[in-house]
Nanobody
């Protein structure tokens, strides 16, 4: 009965913006680090950004640093990814996940429990 439901994907032009949301249910949202992943066509799934339980510690992949912002609203069991200055290479299916690990200077420890179904983002050139 654990669910992670992403929304907000769609089509954007290069240089534009999109905001993704992920609503969790069936688990204690505040106890988990939350993580965004993406899978580009023909490539393996990779980590985009992560945020700890309090929202105070975050981590970003170098490819999105300075363009994407991860945030969470624990009272609403909701995770967000604000994506600005989009590039065609950002085209991917984006997934949220709840994670039992922590975030250090070296990045998230990555102990994923569940995945959402994904939301497709297309960025045109």
């Amino acid at each position: 009965q654990v669910q992670l439901v992403e929304s907000g994907g769609g089509l954007a032009q290069a240089g534009g913006s999109l905001t993704l949301s992920c609503v969790g249910s069936g688990f204690t949202f505040v106890l988990y680090t939350m993580v965004w992943y993406r899978q580009e066509p023909g490539k393996e799934r990779s980590v985009v950004a992560a945020i700890d339980w309090s929202g105070e510690r975050t981590w970003y992949a170098d490819s999105v640093k300075g363009r994407f912002t991860i945030s969470r609203h624990n009272a609403k069991n909701t995770l967000y990814l604000q994506m600005n200055s989009l590039k065609p290479e950002d085209t991917a299916v984006y997934y949220c996940a709840n994670d039992r690990g922590t975030i250090t200077a070296g990045g998230p420890s990555l102990r994923v429990d569940y995945w959402g179904q994904g939301t497709q983002v297309f960025v045109s050139s």
